[in-house]
């Protein structure tokens, strides 16, 4: 059995580890109830091509995990190297509607609020959920993707905002 040092220590390795984790940095978003709701998150990640399939991982604790456990349809919008200003609003800057005062804000058929400006938009039914510790795994079934402009996804590492950028000798053998 470890002890509570153990279990810190723990804690901040893993901490350390996933500063190196390199991310793309998407804003969830959905509608319930007449509200709309928006979230900055990194831990997104494709699950199967058949059928076409994501996961994200939501706090219980943040604000949109309450409609999307009432299975509330969501949106990965996955944002481009110049939209930092809208992932550090969706990430605690702003509350509420008023993350919604940055960027240009579209509405779904289903409701689902999307940004047009992003580098892709995945509209998703919920296909399931895991309660896990702090956090739930939703299972979004992708229902729609849009995507726009030349690939310049906003990346998060080592606790900051980023972009990504080939390596020159993949250039040369390309
Ligand atoms: C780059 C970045 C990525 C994040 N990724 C996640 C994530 O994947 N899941 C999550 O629950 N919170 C994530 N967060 C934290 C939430 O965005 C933040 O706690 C937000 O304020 C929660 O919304 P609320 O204030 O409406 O509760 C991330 C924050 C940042 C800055």
Redesign the pocket.
């Known amino acids: 059995m470890n002890t509570n040092q153990d279990q810190d220590k723990l804690r901040d390795d893993m901490l350390q580890a996933m500063r190196r984790l390199a991310k793309s940095?998407s804003v969830i978003t959905c509608s319930h109830g007449g509200q709309r709701?928006a979230?900055?998150?990194?831990?997104?990640d494709s699950l199967s091509t058949a059928p076409p399939s994501l996961l994200?991982?939501?706090?219980q604790?943040?604000?949109?995990y309450t409609p999307l456990s009432r299975g509330a349809p969501f949106c990965v919008n996955i944002l481009a190297a110049d939209q930092c200003d809208i992932?550090r609003i969706?990430?605690?800057k702003l509350?509420g509607e008023a993350r919604f005062s940055e960027g240009n804000w579209h509405t779904h058929a289903d409701g689902t609020p999307y940004l047009a400006e992003a580098q892709a938009n995945l509209i998703c039914e919920q296909d399931g959920h895991y309660d896990y510790g702090t956090?739930t795994i939703f299972i979004g079934r992708i229902k729609r993707v849009l995507v726009g402009g030349p690939v310049s996804p906003l990346v998060?590492v080592d606790g900051a905002?980023a972009t990504s950028a080939a390596l020159t000798q993949n250039l040369a053998y390309a």
Not at 56 to 59: A, G, L, M, S, Y
Not at 61 to 64: F, L, Q, W
């Open positions: 940095v709701y979230m900055s998150a990194s831990a997104v994200i991982c939501v706090n604790s943040c604000s949109i992932a969706c990430a605690g509350k956090h998060y905002y």
